[in-house]
């Protein structure tokens, strides 16, 4: 009995000792870091808060005194950037030490454009590019803006002649759905016309609030999806999702290599890179890695920067109604919504701007340490501090965002802090809504066309406000990486007045 106390005692001292060392990573290199929780680190309040959440706890607990904190996943030192300077080398200057983000593998899905790694990375990003150039956006407006008029009748019938509420964020997601479908497929998904349209039902899938905590799905994309390079079975997406997009880009692939159809779009550029010669075409696999990818960036960020912009501006009427009078002004102008037309709309550009400013996307943007990387200690007669080699950095875009430093009064919605002048008056990195540098969102110019094309063809039309009773705040999911709306957007909605061109 004593002997099997020592050897408890010996053991569980040593765990102890052991779980001491791992949570001091950051202050034996002189990183201020969070209060850390024994053998989960961090972990364990991503269960009640949002990773944003737990950023900005960081952010405003040493933001100023460090360039630099830390915090812990299980075991897994993570650096939390707090400085702006960090944030442009990180990004941009030096690039080259952080193109990775934290990969994750185990299933076909996972060879996406987002998703890979150095070389691989490089060489698709560079194949892909030209599909999102100003060109080929003008030459897809079409396309979208018809999918947009649809839109408009599926509320003129909703709203009818009586103003009435309307849960927004699945009518937004239906909208980008089917632009995103006819864009990148050539398919008519009619999501607006039928809500449990395939693609739409796949799209509430991918995004549903499930019961799995987001601990397990951290801890899966984290740890277990590095298993699935030694060979084991190891899932991130569900079967029926991968056998989707797989069936789907096959039967288009099928279809148009039989019928020789060449419509311009995404899909006809993963053919001309299937079609490459010496062994270096992408498999239908590959292909619906990055259709797969294309489609949910494309449908989900947009329809909630959609979504929470009407809500602000059904808050701040003033603001809407100007909007609206600079839409009125350009149609009266050039007769009709036209590429060049909405290129003249700086207000409503400030406009989605400020929504991503508020309502990004993402809460932080994570990149790897490629190396060891060394930043000037903040007290210039410290020691530099070493970022090592595989480390996981994160950007807390929201902190930033957020921070009254950066942005005066942030909880305001003010598109006129995107104005050409007030924007050279910050940091160059203040503003992450689409990430920045070579990494990023290689769609932004397309997902802010549908967005525009979006608020032009509603607010046109109609006019939103507050339901009484209704929250001045919209409560985000913490089931989610992407910061979405956890109870949707109700609003009042009521028809203009006097119709806009």
């Known amino acids: 009995m004593d002997f099997m106390f020592v050897v408890l005692t010996s053991l569980l001292s040593f765990v102890l000792g052991y779980l001491r060392y791992k949570y001091s990573y950051w202050e ?32 405003d607990a040493f933001k100023g005194t460090a360039k630099l904190a830390g915090i812990y996943v299980y075991l897994r030192p993570m650096a939390v950037v707090l400085d702006l300077d960090l944030v442009k080398s990180v990004l ?3 690039f080259g030490q952080f193109v990775d983000r934290r990969s994750f593998h185990g299933d076909v899905l996972t060879a996406n454009l987002f998703n890979l790694q150095g070389e691989e990375w490089r060489a698709l990003r560079t194949k892909l590019s030209p599909t999102f150039t100003s060109g080929k956006m003008k030459y897809t407006f079409g396309t979208v803006t018809t999918v947009a008029q649809q839109l408009g009748e599926t509320f003129e019938e909703l709203v009818g002649a009586q103003e009435t509420i309307l849960e927004l964020h699945d009518l937004m997601a239906r909208y ?17 016309r039928d809500p449990q349209a395939e693609f739409r039902a796949v799209g509430r899938r991918l995004f549903k609030n499930s ?80 259709v797969f990818v294309f489609f949910v960036a494309g449908f989900e960020t947009s329809s909630s920067n959609l979504s929470y912009a009407l809500f602000e501006l059904a808050k701040n009427q003033a603001v809407q109604e100007q909007l609206r009078q600079e839409i009125g002004e350009v149609l009266a102008r050039h007769g009709e919504l036209t590429y060049e037309a909405m290129l003249e709309m700086p207000y409503l550009d400030q406009t989605i701007t400020e929504t991503l400013r508020m309502y990004p996307a993402l809460g932080s943007l994570t990149r790897l340490a490629s190396e060891d990387y060394e930043i000037p200690s903040s007290d210039a007669h410290g020691e530099p501090i070493i970022i090592e080699k595989g480390t996981t950095v994160h950007i807390p875009v929201l ?20 104005s050409p002048a ?80």
């Not at 980008?176 to 607006?192: H, M, Q, Y």
């Not at 569900?238 to 148009?256: A, K």
């Not at 902190?399 to 995107?418: C, N, T």
């Open 422 to 501: 007030a924007c050279q008056q910050r940091h160059p990195t203040a503003f992450l809504g689409f990430g920045d540098g070579p990494r990023n969102c290689i769609g932004l110019r397309f997902g802010r066309m549908q967005v525009k094309v979006g608020l032009i063809t509603l607010l046109r039309r109609f006019r939103f406000s507050l339901p009484p009773g209704c929250p001045h705040k919209l409560k985000v999911t913490k089931k989610n990486i992407i910061l979405l709306p956890g109870e949707g957007v109700r609003l009042q909605v009521a028809r203009v007045e006097s119709r806009l061109m």
């Open 28 to 59: 034996l290199r002189g990183v201020p870091q969070l209060k850390t929780p024994f053998l989960f680190g961090h972990f364990l309040q991503l269960q009640s808060v949002h990773l944003s959440e737990l950023l900005q706890e960081t952010y």
């Open 211 to 290: 019961n799995k905590s987001i601990r397990w799905r951290v801890f899966k994309m984290t740890y277990l999806s590095s298993l699935a390079q030694l060979g084991l079975p190891v899932r991130i997406f569900h079967p029926q999702i991968t056998d989707f997009f797989v069936r789907i880009v096959g039967e288009t692939v099928e279809l148009r290599e039989r019928e020789q159809i060449r419509r311009n779009d995404f899909m006809d550029l993963l053919l001309d890179l299937k079609k490459q010669e010496n062994g270096k075409g992408l498999t239908v696999e590959q292909l619906a890695a990055q």
């Open 92 to 94: 941009i200057k030096d």
């Open 399 to 418: 902190a930033i965002h957020y921070d009254p430093k950066v942005y005066p009064e942030p909880l305001e919605f003010r598109p006129e802090r995107f």
């Open 176 to 192: 980008t759905t089917d632009v995103i479908g006819r864009c990148a497929f050539g398919t008519e998904c009619n999501s607006l």
